[in-house]
């Protein structure tokens, strides 16, 4: 058994979450180069202030975006691990409300009645998945709520299919438009159940741009939805362009014999995640 | 496409002469306000109490800024989505609230209200908060201060970039989504 103490878990995601918020991730910039290479007027400009914001945010520590998000964790824990001195969440949200205050992050969670900010982000939104072995593994997404607003799940019939799954896409998207910061990812989870597509969804999202599913016939959709989200001409920040998505990232799982349930994860181009291992 | 070197309150005249697609760069005295202090705002004029600021000739900006690290006016700053606010803004434009600047598509409502009041709706690039943080010289919360990062803050700024998405004519800049070209009606 491996003991891992909560201070040295609360320390890394104090600094990872600094630092999601300060470093986009390099496939997201190099899509940002490669995209202002290609676009004109308007849509250049946005690509070329997205680089220049790029490179601000990590000379001077101000965060890439205002919206510092809500902050999300997957942890796989190795059953093999035990965690002394508080329980994983514990110290995930003791780490998070402490990166969150001494990076001058923005504490945007609240009372979803009274709207009273909580002031301090938490509570962290946490999933722990427990997986063989002895390692522990955080992944943190900073997750806005502009481009989350835009998200939806449905539950489709079996017969609407591939091509049900693709309509729906494609009309989500068009009905977003400028909202949710394009050239948006696109995170979509198709089966499980009513909870598990949007999981499903959300986790496709760290899946880095350009990288391929490893399922070739998943693979040949998701380039098949970035073909056509890309005709739909919203493009940066709604002024029209070559690119309204970077990238589509489908998740699957089996389902009931009866549902088809779909998850469609907006996330906007500012796309903040992080990974540390333990 | 014009580019228009703005200086804070605006005027009709002003207004009149921005058309979607122009550039602007903003230099004067801006507000920030975003959904509660909206609510706040409209209870305050429900109520018949005077609002925090002048809203004759004023521009409201849709931002929560990021806690402003030592020695720094203010932290990133960059827009929030602006159809949230859209159900109090014709009632602001009624009063004499010249432009509003956030990002994302506005209403109907909001639309026929900028042109009936001569007033204009102003984008910022969404994610570059940083950026344009750079633009901001000072920084101080005049109301609501209980709301942290949804207090009304003051802000002065300079050459602030911004492109005009509706003008006071009907004109947008925001496309519409071909979903013709992507293979459906």
């Known amino acids: 058994m491996r003991t891992i103490l909560a201070k040295d878990i609360s320390d890394k995601v104090a600094a990872m979450c600094m630092e999601a918020n300060r470093k986009l991730p390099e496939d997201v910039l190099d899509k940002f180069a490669a995209c202002h290479a290609e676009e004109e007027g308007a849509a250049k400009e946005v690509f070329r202030q997205l680089l220049e914001n790029a490179k601000l945010s990590e000379e001077t520590g101000l965060p890439l ?15 093999d691990v035990h965690v002394e001195g508080g329980t994983p969440r514990q110290a995930i949200d003791e780490g998070m409300i402490r990166g ?43 997750k806005g709520g502009g481009s989350e607003n835009m998200s939806r799940v449905t539950m489709l ?46 986790k496709a ?13 998943i693979d040949k959709l998701e380039k098949e939805l970035v073909e056509t989200l890309n005709k739909l001409n919203i493009g940066p920040m709604g002024l029209g362009g070559k690119y309204t998505t970077l990238d589509v990232k489908i998740n699957v799982a089996p389902c009931h014999l009866a549902s088809l349930p779909l998850a469609v994860n907006v996330q906007c181009h500012s796309a903040r995640h992080k990974e540390v291992e333990l | 496409m014009a580019t228009h070197n703005l200086t804070t ?36 004029l429900d109520a018949g109490s005077p609002l925090p600021f002048e809203i004759k000739g004023a521009l409201i900006y849709y931002v929560g800024p990021s806690p402003a690290p030592p020695g ?20 602001l434009h009624a009063l004499g609230l010249k432009a509003s600047i956030g990002k994302g598509k ?33 920084a101080k919360v005049i109301a609501y201060e209980e709301l942290g990062p949804e207090a009304i803050r003051e802000l002065t700024v300079e050459k602030f ?10 004109g947008e800049l925001y496309t519409t989504p071909r979903l013709d070209l992507a293979g459906y009606e």
């Not at chain 2, 602007?24 to 509660?36: E, H, K, N, P, Q």
């Not at chain 2, 998405?165 to 009907?170: K, P, S």
Request: proline share 8%; glycine share 10%.
């Open chain 1, 65 to 79: 975006c205002q919206d510092c998000g809500l902050a999300i964790f997957f942890v796989e824990m190795g059953n």
């Open chain 1, 100 to 142: 969150y205050k001494d990076g001058y992050l923005r504490k945007s969670a609240c009372d979803p009645f009274t709207r009273k900010n909580t002031g301090d982000n938490a509570p962290a939104i946490v999933h722990v998945d427990i997986v063989p072995g002895d390692g522990f593994k955080i992944i943190m997404m900073a």
């Open chain 1, 157 to 202: 019939s079996p017969a609407q299919g591939w091509k049900g799954i693709k309509e729906f896409v494609v009309r989500r998207v068009a009905e977003a438009g400028p909202n949710p910061c394009p050239p948006t990812i696109i995170g979509i989870g198709i089966g499980g159940t009513f909870e598990v597509a949007p999981m499903l969804a959300k």
């Open chain 1, 205 to 217: 999202l760290i899946r880095a741009i350009g990288e391929p599913h490893p399922d070739p016939a």
């Open chain 2, 9 to 44: 309150p605006l005027t009709d005249e002003v207004v009149m002469t921005l058309k979607s697609g122009d550039m602007v760069f903003l230099t004067g005295t801006i507000y920030t306000a975003r959904d509660a202090a909206h609510k706040r705002l409209i209870e305050a």
């Open chain 2, 72 to 91: 720094r006016p203010i932290g990133s700053c960059g827009p929030t989505t602006s159809y949230r606010m859209d159900t109090f803004a014709p009632r």
């Open chain 2, 106 to 138: 506005r209403s109907d409502e909001v639309k026929a209200a900028m042109q009936k009041y001569k007033a204009v709706y102003l984008g910022a690039t969404g994610g570059a908060g940083a950026l344009l943080s750079q633009c901001v010289t000072e």
């Open chain 2, 161 to 170: 970039p911004l492109l005009v998405i509706n003008d006071a004519y009907g």
